[in-house]
């Protein structure tokens, strides 16, 4: 809770502060989007795409209909996309797919300085193309948009993931551009340079991204934040929908904590990597130590309760303290990213999130659920 807060106090002074960065060129972009029956969502994508503040020229949009049983590809290529489909029954998931349609590109020879990864049932803002150029003009190679939730105010469940996101996917990452850290992968609004895509081979586990972020800095790579470059998806409206997709997540979570956390500390400390300081590899090994807030939340009652039942002045303290550090850090998350006022109501079904992320969390760790990828329900369906 200590180092969330540092996070806090850190993005908080950070925010204030402007970028300026002046590029002189109009840098190529290719944009990949894998999709999997997405003809409902995705022209809501590419209708974005094709208002981009970003001349038309300057950049492709590829998509790859993978193992799609709809009509996905007839909409892709309606849309203007550059549509290629892919069928195959053993390597499934969104981290084969892009595999798959980076050696197409690659044998195709298609030039460009960097490609953006996008999910197909997301929607960027018109300003995203020239933001990435200036980070791009400014030597960054790794770049993360701010990804945050389409529609908030759909369900109380919507509205609470967009409150965690706005401190995961926005506070944290303020806070580690002012630090001089990797901000990590998001698995949305992604872009690399074309050097990065080349020497290094994307992953296709279930948590490509966060594995894909451990190799980069592994190799002296950092992530930057665009923070003006938004790209919003879609999240399931309903706990029942959400549940493959958090069981997912938590898998993936668990599984990088235990492969890298010793790979980091032993990077910090003996310094092999002198591209990056040893402090970026620490605070990349905290973030994989830090619990869901789900469980965080959870042990904090339950320590503040054992507190109150043992009448004890200085714990009690301390158990109150520890909540009001949680409401200052998802509070600084929800002002600084300008968030609208229908997602305060929503935290008053924190309790009953929390304790359903308790449960699935648990299940998980008991090895009840055990699943690789299943694709999350969509709203519309």
């Known amino acids: 809770m200590i180092y969330l807060l540092f996070l806090t106090m850190t993005a908080i002074l950070q925010h204030g502060k402007q970028e300026n960065l002046t590029p002189d060129q109009h840098h190529r972009f290719i944009f990949l989007v894998p999709a999997h ?40 290529r309606t849309c203007g996309a ?79 993931r967009y409150v965690a996101l706005t401190a995961l996917h926005y ?50 790579e950092r992530v930057t934040f665009a923070r003006e470059a938004v790209v919003w998806a879609e999240m399931p409206a309903e706990l029942k929908d959400a549940r493959t997709q958090n069981i997912r997540w938590e898998q993936g979570r668990l599984d990088m904590a235990q492969r890298y956390i010793p790979r980091l500390l032993k990077m910090a400390w003996t310094h092999q990597q002198p591209k990056l300081p ?20 959870g042990l904090s009652l339950l320590y503040l309760l054992m507190a109150l039942f043992m009448q004890s002045a200085s714990a009690i303290g301390l158990g109150i303290g520890l909540f009001v550090g949680q409401i200052a850090y998802f509070g600084a998350g929800l002002l600084l990213a300008d968030s609208p006022r229908q997602v305060y109501i929503a935290l008053l ?33």
């Open 171 to 220: 506070l944290r990452p303020l806070a580690r551009m002012a630090l001089g850290c990797s901000v990590g992968l998001k698995g949305n609004g992604m872009v690399f340079h074309r050097t990065i895509m080349r020497n290094h081979a994307w992953s296709a586990s279930v948590t490509e991204d966060i594995e894909y972020h451990m190799s980069l800095i592994l190799a002296g």
């Open 349 to 381: 079904y924190a309790p009953l999130f929390v304790a359903w992320k308790i449960w699935l969390y648990l299940r998980i760790l008991l090895g009840l659920d055990k699943q690789g990828w299943v694709r999350t329900a969509r709203n519309h369906q």
């Open 82 to 160: 550059t549509l290629h489909e892919r069928f195959d029954q053993n390597l499934l998931g969104k981290g084969y797919a892009l595999q798959w349609l980076l050696q197409r590109i690659e044998e195709n020879k298609e030039p460009f300085d960097a490609a953006i990864i996008l999910d197909a049932d997301s929607v960027v803002s018109t300003n995203f193309l020239s933001v990435m150029n200036r980070h791009l003009a400014n030597g960054e190679r790794v770049i993360q948009a701010y990804y945050t939730v389409l529609h908030p105010e759909r369900s109380w469940n919507t509205s609470l």
């Open 37 to 76: 029956n997405e003809e409902k969502l995705l022209p809501n994508l590419l209708n974005s795409l094709n208002a981009l503040d970003y001349p038309a020229e300057h950049f492709a949009v590829h998509v790859v209909a993978d193992n799609c049983t709809d009509h996905t590809a007839e909409v892709g």
């Open 278 to 297: 040893a402090f970026v590899y620490i605070d990349a090994a905290i973030e994989h130590m830090i619990p869901p807030f789900s469980i965080v939340a």
